[in-house]
């Protein structure tokens, strides 16, 4: 781990990040060597720091550090969180042009079932209901206690995913994930103006599905809706893509849409 | 500073305090030695935990620890921070009886102007909306950027404070405090079920209320509603009482009954 560029796991209690959830994250898969979508993932690291005005630091140190990361193990999990950094004085207002906090990690990657890709996985439905802020929505924060109440809804190893809807009772996403429904050879995904994150993997699918001539379109639609999609599916940095086979007592065996967009995921290197 | 008891200012970063705001905190004044209404301020720490299933330490831990912090500087103000712990596995999911991260600060007190107490402070209407997450509403958590990006909308150092509505435009309450309006000789507080935090000199002020047969009622209320209004004011843990005398284009120059308040609020001793 790289903490400003210095190996250590310690960070000051003084940081943002820790009192307040002051900053923003990426994880991101390191193949071979290789960071997979880097200048997708700064970009969007780089939104994110401007939604909130923390300075991102630059492409090009991020990438350096990481690069050492790397050195050491050519496959992993990079995680990169950019706090808004240390501050003496107390109190939620922050102090102009702070110098953020980079902590940079790589691990091993976990293995998931074959069959997650190829069969599905089994999606469950969770109590919480996200929040409307929509001065938050999509951006990867360290605001994130309502992935983790949602995660420590269920213990089952067979369930995969939890399937997030707002307080209105639309869908938005997993808790972990972006997800998509197809319905007569057109894919949908959820509106995230109100809340839920907006992830890389989920820009590819729209940006893949543009390419190929398939529709896609980003709106609102309720659990009723998601029941008699042709299929469903998710989506992110990490994991890639899984079908979805069952929620809520219904059951999808067939996802060939959902292969072909995997199958583009996998192979495309943008 | 003690983390988990041994003097530093360091925390790992594997701590989901700041991977994910995992965690809760309270911030109490200590006066001549003494930390002012420990036993509530345990209470509501030990009612935080619970809700987001974080085991709490044990009250005499928390109280031998902030006792040696006092020994080096007798007056100032404490935070008591604690997160879910360190967790080396990947994921939202929390790892079942997680060891929590206990971190204690004592810093100087800052100085008010004494006409915030007399006179009263300027209050100003803040953009942000809260969202509303019941799940999350009246606790002291770690995920507060909807606090920060509210503090970070002005800069005027004339404005003490800044008044939050949630996203139906119901009065909640300050950026750091709560609020109570007075008409007609009754005291009113929002409603925090579905956001906001519940801080304890509210629990005190509506005891007070009902000790001395002043009605307090906790309810919805919205802007329109605050502007009409015999008197304003804010309270919190290290504050105390600021009456408000401007709001939005509205002044109040008499508050006598915020000033019964502040006297008693100071005076009592539990």
Redesign the interface.
């Known amino acids: 781990?790289l903490?400003n560029g210095v190996p250590g796991?310690?960070?000051?209690?003084?940081?943002?990040?820790?009192?307040?959830?002051?900053g923003v994250f990426r994880t991101l898969r390191v193949i071979g060597g290789c960071m997979q979508y880097w200048p997708r993932h700064y970009r969007k690291l780089q939104q994110d720091c401007v939604a909130?005005?923390i300075i991102c630091p630059e492409a090009a140190l991020l990438f350096e550090e990481l690069r050492r990361l790397i050195e050491q193990q050519p496959d992993g999990?990079a995680?990169i969180?950019i706090?808004r950094g240390e501050q003496m004085v107390?109190?939620?207002?922050?102090v102009e042009n702070m110098i953020p906090t980079r902590?940079l990690?790589l691990?091993p990657s976990?293995d998931y079932p074959s069959s997650n890709y190829s069969r599905g996985v089994r999606l469950r439905l969770c109590d919480?209901r996200l929040?409307?802020?929509p001065?938050?929505a999509g951006i990867k924060?360290?605001?994130?206690?309502?992935?983790?109440?949602?995660?420590?809804e269920w213990t089952d190893p067979d369930i995969a995913e939890g399937l997030l809807l707002d307080?209105f009772d639309n869908v938005i996403e997993g808790?972990?994930s972006n997800l998509f429904m197809v319905r007569n050879g057109e894919l949908f995904t959820p509106n995230l103006s109100n809340?839920g994150v907006a992830g890389i993997q989920r820009e590819r699918v729209i940006e893949w599905a543009a390419k190929h001539g398939v529709p896609c379109r980003v709106r609102q639609f309720g659990l009723a809706e998601l029941l008699v999609a042709d299929e469903i599916f998710l989506v992110n940095s990490v994991i890639g893509l899984w079908p979805v086979h069952e929620l809520s007592g219904r059951n999808w065996n067939h996802h060939p849409i959902s292969m072909q967009v995997q199958k583009w995921l996998n192979h495309a290197h943008d």
């Open positions: 781990m903490i796991d310690q960070v000051s209690v003084h940081d943002r990040g820790l009192l307040y959830g002051d909130l005005r999990v995680k969180i706090t107390r109190g939620y207002a922050p902590i990690s691990t976990l919480l929040a409307h802020q001065k938050l924060h360290l605001n994130r206690l309502e992935n983790v109440l949602a995660a420590a307080i808790v972990r809340c």
